[in-house]
């Protein structure tokens, strides 16, 4: 017998079909496509159904490794503030660290649309957030401030923040998405202020500028100097 020639199999035996292997799911996986479904397309769209459609499995499978949706946001709310990066203490410029730490940790929130509304009645338990409420609290203390107006602070400051953040994620989904948008509405705002009968409304016609002007950059600044400004009355 010469050689051996391989013999193809008869038309009727279909090939069995390769199935590409897919990642087993994990509770980092199920964070990761989370994230990426409330970035792309908001917090109203983010659940436990949602998130087990993009992974291809049912959402049973997924409570193996999540207890439920609250426990998820309170990861998500970890892996997010796992972003924000805190300043080594400076007695010398304690107030400037907090204000500018609170800017850059809203714009943290920001980027993630609508999940600072689940933030907001979380009280921080995760590696991040306990890393970052301990960074924070240094600032503080470095500052002089005594334990119980810091601890106090800390969680005041986290409240105005959130709920800046908030507010942005709901111009956006009112349609006020891009600076041009928002410009647009507060003008009409400006307008129906000037239009108030000045013997009822004196004082808010008088000052429709001052309610008016400021954009939320600003905006937020002033509050966060207002909220320091306050605490360094206790040093």
Do not use: C
Not at 19 to 24: A, E, F, S, V
């Amino acid at each position: 017998m010469t050689g051996t020639t391989e013999i193809p199999p008869p038309p009727w035996r279909r090939p069995k079909k390769t199935t590409r292997q897919r990642r087993p799911l994990s509770q980092e996986l199920i964070v990761d496509t989370a994230m990426r479904v409330l970035d792309a397309e908001g917090f109203e769209a983010l659940s436990m159904r949602r998130v087990a459609l993009d992974l291809r499995t049912g959402p049973a499978s997924l409570y193996a490794h999540v207890a439920n949706k609250d426990e998820l946001l309170e990861l998500m709310i970890d892996r997010i503030v796992g972003e924000m990066e805190m300043p080594t203490p400076d007695p010398a410029r304690w107030q400037e660290q907090i204000v500018e730490s609170a800017i850059a940790a809203h714009g943290v929130w920001v980027k993630h649309p609508g999940i600072a509304r689940a933030a907001l009645a979380n009280i921080p338990v995760g590696p991040n957030s306990l890393r970052y409420s301990e960074a924070l609290l240094a600032i503080l203390r470095a500052g002089g401030v005594p334990d119980q107006q810091a601890g106090w602070f800390v969680d005041r400051v986290s409240l105005y923040v959130l709920a800046d953040a908030f507010e942005a994620s709901l111009h956006q989904e009112r349609g006020r998405r891009t600076e041009e948008d928002a410009r647009d509405y507060f003008e009409q705002i400006r307008a129906y202020f000037e239009s108030l009968p000045p013997d009822r409304f004196p004082v808010i016609t008088s000052m429709v500028g001052a309610l008016i002007e400021g954009g939320g950059d600003e905006r937020l600044r002033f509050g966060l100097e207002l909220l320091v400004r306050g605490l360094a009355s206790y040093v």
